[in-house]
């Protein structure tokens, strides 16, 4: 089965600063990748997710690279603010095929916290 | 709005007591999925439910069934409770044919300690 690992566990930034969190994956039959933001005592919502056919999407200060030869891809977040403290976490997925289409494995969360 | 809620929130069981989680949904999806936090181990899949009559193991399935009344509900028991069960438990549901592609819908959570 597949297998996601993610690092930093914890990430520490100053307000306005750049962080980045990375995420390996084992099964190259992966191709949809998405990241969840989970606020302290509240559910994951999704933030922003990519599929195996780009390298990068944007959305406003968030953005996710993937690189499929080397099976990793990373969550970037620019002029960090100190509402987006939270716990993230990568996930991957195929979604056609195979006895694990559409079953999302987690990585292990990294806590980001964004000191003003 | 469609939702996604558990019940209960917060529970506090002895071992050996047998508890269900109730997940409900009013989103029309019809995967749902039942996972456990626990702190540097992320969310781990126990089961999942591709439609009423699918039920498919997760990654940690022992000491764990489920049973799916009904599209839009789906339980999950703990036969006999054991402290190494204490975790936060979400619910989620998808839709891939919607609008919403695969993104995952999160209930609140439901907090559970076995002592």
Known sequence: ?116 | DADVTQTPRNRITKTGKRIMLECSQTKGHDRMYWYRQDPGLGLRLIYYSFDVKDINKGEISDGYSVSRQAQAKFSLSLESAIPNQTALYFCATSDPGGTSLDEQFFGPGTRLTVL
Not at chain 1, 82 to 88: F, I, L, M, Q
């Open chain 1, 1 to 116: 089965g597949e297998n996601v690992e993610q690092h930093p566990s914890t990430l520490s930034v100053q307000e306005g600063d750049s962080a980045v969190i990375k995420c390996t994956y084992s099964d190259s039959a992966s191709n949809y990748f998405p990241w969840y933001k989970q606020e302290l005592g509240k559910r994951p919502q999704l933030i922003i997710d990519i599929r195996s056919n780009v390298g990068e999407k944007k959305d406003q200060r968030i953005a996710v690279t993937l690189n499929k030869t080397a099976k990793h891809f990373s969550l970037h977040i620019t002029e960090t603010q100190p509402e987006d403290s939270a716990v993230y976490f990568c996930a991957a997925t195929p979604t056609a095929g195979g006895t694990s289409y559409g079953k999302l494995t987690f990585g292990q969360g990294t806590i980001l916290t964004v000191h003003p």
